[in-house]
């Protein structure tokens, strides 16, 4: 069984563009979660969705991120403009429902903001 | 506000030592408190976790426990190996369902 899959791997951006990561779930998983990890810490949630429903985007700063998951599988997060603090992994994980559960994670997106 | 405190920051052991990671939690309601284990370009994966119902939990080489009363729960990692090296993070999960993470613990098992 595949895991979940994100892309690109890698992105050089220079601050104020704009840039999208994306997201594909483990098939059947309804939850599905960004996090944003900083270097040296621990993931933080910045989105988490049951379906195609954003539940829980308290900690997501909604001035220059943006984030959709039509048709409740895969997910696309967006930041215009990106600043230089953003560089950072971004992670996507998956659950198969929001009750306390095995998340699956990502290898992550590494972005680097010049 | 949720926080989870996690220590030590980095653990340095010989092979075949034990190693203890300890965290402590702040939300009472907190019900699920998994372990994931981190290397180097890969995203966590769980090795262990435990629910609010049980005190211990052991899967092999690994254990975990918890304190409810005094909430604090820790990872037990006995005869360690040199591929037990990575970064570990404890994590809660609160009533809202929300998963928060320790800030890592950093071990280096020596050969």
């Known amino acids: 069984e595949a895991g979940v899959v994100q892309s690109p791997r890698y992105k050089i951006i220079e601050k104020k563009q704009p840039v999208a990561f994306w997201c594909n779930p483990i098939?059947?998983?309804?939850?599905l979660y960004w996090y944003l990890q900083n270097l040296g810490q621990g993931p933080e949630l910045l989105i988490r969705y049951e379906n195609e429903e954003a539940v829980d985007d308290s900690q997501l700063p909604k001035d220059r991120f943006s984030a959709e998951r039509l048709k409740g599988v895969d997910s696309t997060l967006k930041i215009q403009p990106a600043e230089l603090g953003d560089s950072a992994v971004y992670l996507c994980a998956s659950s198969l429902d929001p009750n306390p559960n095995e998340q699956f994670f990502g290898p992550g997106t590494r972005l680097t903001v010049l | 506000g949720e926080n989870v405190e996690q220590h030590p920051s980095t653990l340095s052991v010989q092979e075949g030592d034990s190693a203890v990671i300890k965290c402590t939690y702040s939300d009472s309601a907190s019900n699920y408190f998994p372990w994931y284990k981190q290397e180097l370009g890969k995203g966590p994966q769980l090795i262990i976790d435990i629910r609010s119902n049980v005190g211990e939990k052991k899967d092999q080489r690994i254990a975990v426990t918890l304190n409810k009363t005094a909430k604090h729960f820790s990872l037990h990692i006995t005869e360690t190996q040199p591929e037990d090296s990575a970064v570990y993070f404890c994590a809660a999960v609160t009533g809202g369902f929300k998963t928060i993470f320790g800030a890592g613990t950093r071990l280096f098992v020596k050969a």
């Open positions: 098939s059947g998983h309804n939850t």
